[in-house]
């Protein structure tokens, strides 16, 4: 049996094989947020007297691919406006913001979609 340190079973080795495929995790997985669409409302606003019935709120919606099978597809941008309006009782949302971000690892991937807003109503 030798004693060599680069011995296949040996300490030095295994932590090199660790390292390599620790390595080999962390450049395999990436993450993205590419920039998404900004408007003021959702629908004219101009004229129009509103309250705001809530602060700045957001929601997303993801989805996933694992081994090249999707499980589930993020919500569209128009869905996720209108079940924040609905949830609200409102009629449009101010301040709208967008955006999208990806996460791939190996076989895995994440894709997530999120609005920014805040509901109003309408009061004539």
Request: proline share 7%; glycine share 8%; net charge positive.
């Amino acid at each position: 049996m030798s004693t060599h340190p680069t011995h296949p079973g040996s300490g030095a080795c295994r932590t090199v094989r660790t390292a390599t495929v620790a390595l080999a995790l962390v450049l395999g997985s990436a993450a993205c947020t590419p920039p998404g669409a900004i408007a003021p409302s959702t629908m004219p606003v101009f004229g129009k007297k509103l309250v705001e019935l809530s602060g700045s709120e957001e929601t997303t919606s993801c989805g996933n691919v694992l081994f090249f099978i999707p499980i589930g597809n993020p919500k569209p941008v128009a869905q996720l406006i209108d079940d924040m309006i609905k949830e609200k009782g409102g009629d449009a949302l101010i301040e709208v913001t967008s955006s999208s971000s990806t996460f791939f690892a190996l076989l895995y991937t994440r894709n997530c979609v999120s609005v920014r807003g805040k509901v109003v109503k309408f009061t004539q």
